[in-house]
């Protein structure tokens, strides 16, 4: 089992930053072989839920959706079993509820191949 609290959303005018946080927990997190990829997705009202960001497990590797590349970067501590995407130049349309994700999928967009997900966190930009 893999527990996974975000944090971090809020308000922020266009033009500004946030930096969203990931808190992962369960005994198989930890664990090298498991290899967790994690990911980013967000929800806007009325819409569906979609892909953002994904990051390895060594945080060598990272893939993003066309819409947030330059702006958002996804990272990651495994010795704190955090990860993070940093949030530059917010547009009205990132407005969303915010999760992540472990999966073991590289590079896949869709929400069935990850396992486990967070409650969201909501961010609003205004404009």
């Known amino acids: 089992q893999v527990q996974l609290v975000e944090s971090g959303g809020g308000l922020v005018q266009a033009g500004g930053s946030l930096r969203l946080s990931c808190a992962a927990s369960?005994?198989?997190?930890?664990?090298?072989?498991?290899?967790?990829?994690m990911g980013w997705f967000r929800q806007a009202p009325g819409k569906e839920r979609e892909f953002v960001a994904v990051?390895?497990?060594?945080?060598?590797?990272?893939f993003y959706t066309d819409s947030v590349k330059g702006r958002f970067t996804v990272s990651r501590d495994n010795a704190k079993n955090m990860v993070y995407l940093q949030m530059n130049s917010l547009k009205p349309e990132d407005a969303a509820v915010y999760y992540c994700?472990?999966?073991?999928?590289?590079?896949?967009?869709?929400?069935?191949?990850?396992?486990?997900w967070g409650q969201g966190t909501q961010v609003t930009v205004s404009s």
């Open positions: 990051i390895s497990w060594s945080g060598s590797s990272t």
């Open positions: 994700a472990a999966g073991h999928r590289w590079q896949s967009t869709r929400d069935s191949d990850y396992e486990y």
């Open positions: 369960g005994r198989t997190f930890s664990t090298y072989s498991m290899g967790w990829l």
